[in-house]
């Protein structure tokens, strides 16, 4: 069974820094691309970034790139976000998703996500 | 950009009844349309890839057709877990959401 587990959210000040882990289980992580996605409160879908299997390709959306860097560890089955100079409008819950015909192409599997709250 | 409208915004039904729920993009994206449906506190879930093609696991009232512009996510006939927000996505954009709730 595919596991998607994050964890590193939390409450941080504006400016302020955090990293977000995803602990994945149940599928060759190491050749499957992979995904961040938030969503705000009560808000829809926005997609974060992207990395192929082995980081060769890596990409990011326009409201987050300088500012986040998304990596991954093949060899612990994991994939991180560090999140710096944060602001309120990265107040979200972050989900990472498992991907599938191509880098950001389809996200196949989710985890549960982690809540970021940015605030003073 | 590809821009993704959804519609309608909320569509009230009953179970049993046929759900047909709407995506179009601002420019072809030919088939490469997925669908996804998310319950209120949960993660979202793929249910269709390719316009098309069922993810592992969906079960057979669900349905997708389209290209080009125009998709469709079908639901045969609503049962009471079916009750969510659905998105369209292409790549890096996803529709604002179709909610389907109870009449």
């Known amino acids: 069974e595919v596991q998607l587990v994050e964890s590193g959210g939390g409450l941080v000040k504006p400016g302020g820094s955090l990293r977000l882990s995803c602990a994945a289980s149940g599928f060759t992580f190491s050749s499957y691309s992979m995904n961040w996605v938030r969503q705000a409160p009560g808000k829809g879908l926005e997609w974060v970034s992207s990395?192929?299997?082995?980081?060769?390709?890596?990409y990011y959306a326009d409201s987050v790139k300088g500012r986040f860097t998304i990596s991954r560890d093949n060899a612990k089955n994991s994939l991180y976000l560090q999140m710096n100079s944060l602001r309120a409008e990265d107040t979200a819950v972050y989900y990472c998703a498992s991907g599938r015909g191509g880098v950001g192409a389809i996200f196949d599997y989710w985890g549960q996500g982690t809540l970021v709250t940015v605030s003073s | 950009e590809i821009v993704l409208t959804q519609s309608p915004a909320t569509l009230s039904l009953s179970p049993g009844e046929r759900a047909t729920l709407s995506c179009r993009a601002s420019?072809?994206?030919?088939?490469?349309l997925a669908w996804y449906q998310q319950k209120p506190g949960q993660a979202p879930r793929l249910l269709i890839y390719?316009?098309?093609n069922r993810a592992t696991g969906i079960p057979a009232r669900f349905s997708g057709s389209g290209s080009g512009t125009d998709f469709t996510l079908t639901i045969s006939s609503l049962e009471p877990e079916d009750f969510a927000v659905y998105y369209c996505q292409q790549r890096s954009n996803f529709g604002p959401g179709t909610k389907v709730d109870i009449k």
């Open positions: 390719d316009a098309s």
């Open positions: 420019q072809s994206v030919s088939s490469y």
């Open positions: 990395i192929s299997s082995s980081s060769s390709y890596i």
